[in-house]
């Protein structure tokens, strides 16, 4: 654990509560603003006038009920301690308000204790801490939608080349290799699988997600990460299904696996990885 002075991890985690709290803007949102753009595109190739609809993105509207609509006040919007002064209500109605805010927050918060006190206060570990935040956004969103955006898919892709080539360029040729293998390892199950059952088993964000994986640990950690997401998944998966009769045979999303098995190669890759070969050698 790097040593680092209190005043430095107090300001981290003020600042990773008020990122998570931006990161559930970004959940929130931007399936929404998708779907949108999706349908004004279909609208537009169908030669159709453009629905009317009001502005709507990041900033625009401001933080409010996602039942009454009322504005939510600055003092409930802090990170964490909003949501627990209102124990999770909205001030004007009363109508419950999702536990993923705190959750989102806290999980930003622990992520950036993580990143501090295994690499340290480095620009590195400032790239490795944005990873981390846009796998939690990616886990976020597919879990509630089932879609992983190329809007992050695509830029954590080319965040993970540039770190190779900024902090580690002898790791950059298995970089690339890693983002192709990662690519064609999931594109060749998915087409295996659709033409063994006729079932679409993943999707192409799955695909790109591993590709992305595969930039910022080198095509190495490929086998470990689906290994790792592959066993939490089944995991899951039976105890859903166990638990919950109705889940049989419902879809279950593989992106929030493979973002938890990115969050821990990430953290402490080369740990795993040696308990890995030792495992298999």
């Known amino acids: 654990m790097y040593p680092l002075p209190l005043t430095v991890w107090l300001l981290a985690v003020l600042i ?3 990122l998570g709290s931006f ?25 159709l006038s453009a629905e009317p609809s009001p502005r709507f993105n990041l900033a625009t509207p401001g933080s409010m009920c996602p039942r009454c609509e009322a504005p939510i006040a600055w003092h409930d919007n802090l990170p964490v301690i909003g ?11 009363q109508a419950p308000i ?47 939608t089932q879609l992983l955006p190329d809007i992050l898919t695509l830029p954590l892709l080319w965040a993970g080349l540039l770190f190779q080539l900024f902090f580690q360029p002898f790791m950059l040729t298995n970089a690339v290799i890693g983002a192709m293998a990662g690519y064609l390892l999931l594109w060749s199950f998915y ?21 992305a994986l595969g ?22 998966g039976l105890v859903a299904q ?14 929030p696996f493979l973002t938890l098995a990115g969050w821990v190669a990430l953290l402490v890759g080369n740990d795993l990885m040696a308990l ?3 495992l298999v050698i």
């Open 98 to 144: 999702s536990v993923q805010y705190p959750l989102v927050e806290i999980a930003s918060g622990l992520l950036a204790i993580a990143v501090l006190a295994l690499h340290g206060l480095t620009a590195a570990s400032l790239f490795i801490y944005g990873a981390c935040l846009v796998l939690l956004a990616l886990a976020v969103i597919d879990f509630r």
């Open 16 to 18: 990773a509560l008020c």
């Open 191 to 211: 087409w295996l699988f659709k033409l063994i059952t006729g079932k679409e088993g993943m999707g192409y964000g799955d695909f790109k997600l591993l590709a």
């Open 215 to 236: 930039a910022w640990l080198g095509w190495s950690f490929l086998p470990l990460l689906l290994i790792l997401s592959a066993g939490l998944g089944a995991i899951v």
């Open 242 to 255: 166990a638990s919950s009769p109705r889940l049989r045979g419902a879809p279950l999303p593989f992106g």
């Open 23 to 47: 990161l559930n803007v970004v959940i929130t949102r931007l399936p929404v603003m998708l779907m949108r753009l999706w349908r004004n595109e279909a609208r537009e190739a169908l030669e």
């Open 83 to 93: 949501w627990l002064k209102r124990r999770g209500r909205c001030a004007n109605c």
């Open 276 to 278: 890995y070969l030792r």
